[in-house]
């Protein structure tokens, strides 16, 4: 079609004697503005973007030794597409280095959508948490997605320390959250060996949740939504206090948003009467 309609532009050009390089310009602004009307028109096409919920979850490692900025604006920019994203670290401090990407990346989705409603809370989908064979190491796997929703909690957090017990803390949270949807736990604490009790006792309260519900087939996954809290240091990030609210999965927020319509600075008639560079911008 595009290239018939060119062939017509260009006979009916040399028919009435009309200046090629008007006549090209002309024609092919025409040609652009048929396109993109018909694009506009055709079903599925749409100014707002919608997530892919239908295609595999895009898998991002969080490597040990990285810019974790630069981290988190790929994952703020993968969520901006896709509504789920699976998150991998490996090595030391392997827990915390995935709070602190996720936390960041929520702050970087709230200013590129210009702190609009509707963003939900990034939160976190525990998949697996494993010791490997080096001390103090781990290997997380976490699925990060934009909750509509997460309850507030009623209670004041609770602490972790190196010297608290996974065992009862995770007792502790299932009796919480079972039978109560709409409840929520927090947890504070600080440091690398703290984050990977929390994901432990996180992952212990989500089996016993699994085993508990096997028959009836229900949500037994839990949402990890991280947050920073006081700032024991003004030298580095280490020393970070973190806030995790821990909850039942809900449901995923709408798609976001895309990118604003860029709006015309003049108006196109008067656009329209100007010459740029020897070319008249006229459809006439």
Avoid at 36 to 42: I, K, L, Y
Avoid at 263 to 281: C, E, I, N
Wanted: charged share 20%; with cysteine; glycine share 6%.
């Amino acid at each position: 079609q595009v290239v018939s309609a060119s062939r017509g532009i260009h006979q009916h050009m040399f028919q009435f004697g009309i200046r090629p390089r008007v006549a090209t310009h002309r024609g092919c602004r025409r040609l652009f503005l048929v396109s993109s009307r018909q694009n506009s028109t055709q079903p599925g096409r749409s100014n707002v973007r919608t997530a892919r919920t239908n295609l595999a979850k895009p898998r991002m490692e969080v490597p040990a030794r990285s810019r974790v900025y630069s981290v988190c604006e790929n994952l703020a920019s993968t969520l901006q597409d896709f509504s789920e994203v699976e998150l991998h670290a490996a090595g030391l401090g392997a827990g915390l280095r995935v709070f602190r990407v996720c936390t960041l990346a929520a702050q970087e989705l709230r200013k590129v959508n210009g702190y609009l409603p509707g963003i939900g809370c990034l939160s976190l989908r525990l998949q697996s948490i494993k010791a490997l064979a080096a001390a103090e190491s781990s290997r997380v796997v976490a699925v990060v997605a934009r909750l509509a929703e997460v309850p507030a909690s009623e209670d004041d957090p609770l602490i972790v320390r190196r010297s608290s017990t996974t065992t009862e803390l995770s007792e502790e949270l299932f009796d919480r959250l079972q039978g109560h949807a709409a409840s929520s736990v927090s947890f504070r604490f600080v440091g690398e060996k703290a984050a990977d009790r929390v994901l432990h006792i996180v992952a212990d309260a989500q089996e016993a949740l699994r085993q508990r519900q096997c028959g009836d087939h229900g949500n037994h996954f839990l949402a990890v939504s991280p947050h920073f809290g006081a700032s024991l240091s003004s030298l580095t990030v280490g020393h970070d206090e973190l806030l995790v609210s821990v909850s039942r999965w809900s449901n995923l927020a709408p798609p976001l948003p895309g990118p604003a319509t860029a709006r015309l600075r003049h108006h196109p008639k008067w656009l329209a009467s100007q010459d740029f560079v020897g070319l008249k911008w006229s459809d006439d």
